[in-house]
């Protein structure tokens, strides 16, 4: 059976949020987000590093953390309720 399948890509052009759902599978939903690295590679050594280091530290000392956002305005936002709706 195909999935039901939802693309929506971030506003200004970064990222691309999936959501998959099949009907057999009635208690699961499967959501993805793909992210360029174009940001990441445009970054010097050093504020990789410390991007990363940043993170580690978080991680390490149990502190919230946010890997990735995704931004969705307008009609974005109205087809991923109704997405959610049809679930």
């Known amino acids: 059976m ?44 050093w504020d990789r590093i410390k991007r990363k280091l940043d993170f580690l530290w978080k991680i ?3 502190k919230e953390y946010q890997v990735y956002e995704i931004y969705l305005c307008g009609e974005d936002v109205k087809r991923f309720k109704e997405f959610v709706e049809s679930v």
């Open 2 to 45: 195909n999935p039901k399948r939802l693309c929506l890509p971030c506003s200004c052009g970064c990222s691309v949020l999936e959501a998959s759902y099949w009907e057999d599978e009635e208690d699961e939903i499967f959501i993805s987000y793909y992210a360029s690295s174009f940001y990441e590679r445009n970054l010097n050594f």
């Open 60 to 62: 390490l000392t149990g």
